[in-house]
T-cell receptor, first 109, second 120 residues
Framework: GIQVEQSPPDLILQEGANSTLRCNFSDSVNNLQWFHQNPWGQLINLFYIPSGTKQNGRLSATTVATERYSLLYISSSQTTDSGVYFCAVSSSNTGKLIFGQGTTLQVKP | GAVVSQHPSRVICKSGTSVKIECRSLDFQATTMFWYRQFPKQSLMLMATSNEGSKATYEQGVEKDKFLINHASLTLSTLTVTSAHPEDSSFYIC????????????????FGAGTRLSVL
């Protein structure tokens, strides 16, 4: 099956800093989503981005499907950005998502 | 607001009992829902695909007699953990995606808030 690798596994930032999270996948995908899991476990949809570039406030994402990777950019990080960021992909018609191992982000005040 | 509701949010039960978790799509019909399990400090692992009107499809290594899935309607799927044991303690999360022509995008999956199961 498709493999999803995220890097870095852990990231510590000072408030106000920028960061880039990476997601590599091993096969063509028809769905790629970025999530933020808050401390209570809720998965919050950040982006649906199987290809191209999108921006939402301080967050943006780019997926280069031909090279099988996606990047999530966080600018001017805030303490509320702390948590785990997951990339998940689907390569089948079933719609089921395969998750990467996540990047745990800690933003210090 | 939430588009997928999951209930209960937390349950504590004794070993040997069964626990039912509900997953509802609130403003769209979901012919397919998914059930995931997440252990502490780990990623989400897909357990099964719940199909309305037919049997669920289980991932390799997931015991179908242990984790009973019923997709009773276009907005409701349930996961029953039968004869729960301490090793079943985990965070269970459901998701659903929209359908063509519906109010929710077809390819985007929306997740419930999760159920934290603790088996004593």
């Amino acid at each position: 099956g498709i493999q999803v690798e995220q890097s870095p596994p852990d990231l510590i930032l000072q408030e106000g800093a920028n960061s880039t999270l990476r997601c590599n996948f091993s096969d063509s995908v028809n769905n790629l989503q970025w999530f933020h899991q808050n401390p209570w476990g809720q998965l919050i949809n950040l982006f649906y981005i199987p290809s191209g570039t999108k921006q939402n406030g301080r967050l943006s994402a780019t997926t280069v499907a031909t090279e099988r990777y996606s990047l999530l950019y966080i600018s001017s990080s805030q303490t509320t950005d702390s948590g785990v960021y997951f990339c998940a992909v689907s390569s089948s018609n079933t719609g089921k998502l395969i998750f990467g191992q996540g990047t745990t982000l800690q933003v210090k005040p | 607001g939430a588009v997928v509701s999951q209930h209960p949010s937390r349950v504590i039960c004794k070993s040997g009992t069964s626990v039912k978790i509900e997953c509802r799509s609130l403003d769209f019909q979901a012919t397919t829902m998914f059930w995931y399990r997440q252990f502490p400090k780990q990623s989400l692992m897909l357990m099964a695909t719940s199909n309305e009107g037919s049997k669920a499809t289980y991932e390799q290594g997931v015991e179908k007699d242990k984790f009973l899935i019923n997709h009773a309607s276009l907005t409701l799927s349930t996961l029953t953990v039968t004869s729960a044991h301490p090793e079943d303690s985990s965070f269970y999360i459901c998701s659903a995606h929209g359908t063509s022509g519906g109010p929710r995008a077809k390819n985007i999956q929306y997740f419930g808030a999760g159920t934290r199961l603790s088996v004593l």
